[in-house]
C-alpha cells in the first residue's frame, strides 16, 4: 500500500492508522477457519472425506520425499541424502549455505528458503530430474 500526504506530520499520522490495523489483523485472525473445521468434523461424511484427503496428502508427500531423496542419491548430489529420510512433512531441510538458494533462484528458477528448506509438495516426477540436477550443480559453482 502506498500513502501520499502533504506533509509529514500527515504521513505519520496514516503511519499510525495502518499499523493499528495491521496489528489487529494479526492479533485477531479470521474465524472462518474455524467455522469450515467446525461444519467438517459435525457432519460424518464431512469428516471421513477429510480424513480420506489427509491421508492422501500424507502419501503424496511421503512418495515426493522419497522420489527426491532416491533421485538425489541416484544421481550423487547429497552425500547426506540418507539423513533426509528421517524428516517428514511438507518441507525438508537440505542442510546447504544461503548461498545455494540464492543461486539456485537466480540461476535456474528454482526455490528454496535462504536456510535451505525446501518445499517437499513441489516435487513432482515431472520436475524431480531438473530440480535435483539444479542443486547438484548449485553445489558444484557455489559449494556447500
Known amino acids: 500500500?502506498?500513502?501520499v500526504t502533504?506533509?509529514?506530520?500527515?504521513?505519520?499520522i496514516v503511519l499510525s492508522q495502518l499499523k493499528g490495523i495491521v496489528?489487529?489483523?494479526y492479533s485477531n485472525p479470521p474465524a472462518h477457519g474455524a467455522r469450515l473445521v467446525a461444519k467438517v468434523r459435525a457432519d460424518e461424511a464431512?469428516?471421513?472425506a477429510w480424513y480420506d484427503e489427509l491421508a492422501s496428502?500424507?502419501?503424496?508427500l511421503k512418495s515426493s520425499r522419497e522420489l527426491y531423496i532416491s533421485t538425489l542419491e541416484k544421481k550423487g548430489v547429497m552425500k547426506s541424502a540418507p539423513l533426509l529420510r528421517g524428516q517428514s512433512g511438507l518441507f525438508s531441510f537440505t542442510g546447504v549455505s544461503a548461498a545455494v538458494?540464492?543461486?539456485?533462484r537466480a540461476e535456474r528458477s528454482v526455490y528454496m528458503v535462504d536456510n535451505g528448506r525446501l518445499c517437499i509438495a513441489a516435487i513432482t516426477p515431472e520436475?524431480?530430474?531438473y530440480v535435483c540436477d539444479a542443486i547438484g550443480e548449485a553445489l558444484r559453482v557455489v559449494g556447500q
Request: neutral net charge; glycine residues 4%; without cysteine.
Open 23 to 25: 496489528r489487529t489483523t
Open 127 to 129: 520436475n524431480v530430474e
Open 101 to 104: 538458494p540464492h543461486w539456485l
Open 57 to 60: 496428502m500424507r502419501d503424496h
Open 6 to 12: 502533504k506533509t509529514a506530520g500527515e504521513a505519520s
Open 46 to 48: 464431512l469428516t471421513a
Open 1 to 3: 500500500m502506498a500513502v
